[in-house]
């Protein structure tokens, strides 16, 4: 080993091993080695429910070299609302919190439907406590700040196959709640329960179902996999296309003050100016 280069890892050897793994500067200056995931530059919290894939799997796939995703799984019983209520996502929140993430993300769309815009303000003040001042985003506050951004009045909602009527009208109900008209809100079919969708069926329905006036459009609920038909779907539309877990992955960036930069997952991540909070 050259001195030159033994003297730089004796001196990083009291700072700790994670550390030595996690430097950026040290991947450039030893040969042969290969990325391992770390976390050098942000690591981003995400609840997900138990039963869901989806939303760490499309943000490991949207994160650049240095951000690393973190899930903590939450149980959910009953119906939508309840995966907000303690004790499950508080505890899912501790856990999480105690990597000391960047940003702690919820991917459970249909929740902050039924809370509806105050109970999912209420429901962040008191996530934020238990992660002990970590900011927490969720899904649906998120995909607002993202199309107000992108100055976007009119919006075109697009909803899972196993999202009821009802829950598809309380989404449509929140993003009017929040300002915005909704030009459209429509659901994937055939209906069908909970399941992985593929996203050929995704690119095919939406392209097929968004009206000419809307000036954006959100595919909402975050175990829909839609993220690798966003670039095609804007090309067809000529539109900006928003998702569950790109919105939540875009802001967690701009906390973060990533500015590294994000292709073919949508014309938002265009807009990752920092933000202060």
């Not at 799984?73 to 960047?102: M, Y």
Request: aromatic share 8%.
């Amino acid at each position: 080993m050259k001195r030159r280069h033994f003297v730089r890892l004796a001196s990083l050897g009291t700072t700790g091993a994670l550390t030595l793994r996690s430097s950026p500067a040290l991947g450039v200056d030893a040969p042969g080695w290969q990325p391992d995931g770390a976390g050098s530059l942000a690591r981003i919290g995400v609840l997900t429910p138990a039963f869901d894939p989806v939303p760490e799997s499309e943000m490991w796939a949207m994160a650049p070299p240095g951000v690393s995703i973190h899930a903590s799984r939450v149980l959910k019983s009953g119906d939508a609302a309840s995966f907000a209520e303690p004790p499950n996502i508080d505890t899912a929140v501790e856990q999480v919190a105690s990597l000391r993430p960047r940003a702690i993300l919820s991917a459970f769309t249909s929740s902050s439907y039924a809370l509806g815009a105050h109970g999912d303000d209420s429901l962040r003040v008191r996530l934020e406590k238990r992660a002990d001042g970590i900011p927490v985003f969720l899904t649906a506050v998120t995909a607002c700040e993202a199309l107000r951004i992108l100055a976007v009045h009119r919006v075109a909602l697009v909803h899972p196959p196993w999202f009821s009527e009802e829950v598809s009208g309380k989404g449509r109900d929140y993003f009017r709640s929040r300002g915005f008209e909704v030009v459209s809100c429509t659901r994937i079919s055939p209906a069908r329960p909970f399941t992985e969708v593929p996203p050929a069926e995704v690119y095919d329905w939406t392209k097929a179902n968004v009206p000419r006036e809307a000036e954006a459009l959100f595919i909402g609920g975050n175990g829909l996999r839609a993220i690798g038909v966003v670039e095609a779907l804007e090309q067809a539309l000529a539109r900006p296309v928003l998702t569950a877990n790109q919105v939540l992955f875009w802001q967690a960036l701009r906390i973060a003050g990533i500015t590294s930069k994000v292709t073919h997952y949508g014309k938002i991540f265009a807009k990752n100016a920092a933000k202060n909070i």
